[in-house]
């Protein structure tokens, strides 16, 4: 979660998988569900599995990420 506690490690917080991710989207703009999900176990390790899905529901809520049904995608929205 996002509130700090004595065993976060701060490698495979949430802020900073978000941040990860918004450099990658930043590169290529949209990508399928399961690139990002391998660039997160590629670059955090196992461990990062259970983060992933709150780094991306941060970002959909804070309206940076919009989820493509069709081709099971995201794409970075344009920041204003």
Same mark, same amino acid.
């Given at each position: 979660? @996002?509130?700090p506690h004595k065993?976060?490690?701060l490698n495979t917080s949430v802020i900073n998988i978000s941040a990860y991710l918004l450099k990658e989207f930043k590169l290529h703009k949209i990508l399928k569900y399961d690139e990002v999900y391998n660039f997160i176990i590629k670059n955090f390790g196992e461990h990062a599995?259970? @983060?992933f899905p709150y #780094? @991306?529901?941060f970002l959909f809520l804070l309206g940076l990420l919009e989820y493509? #049904?069709?081709i099971d995608a995201f794409e970075l929205n344009e920041i204003k």
């Open positions: 979660m @996002i509130t065993y976060l490690d599995k259970e @983060i #780094s @991306i529901n493509h #049904s069709t």
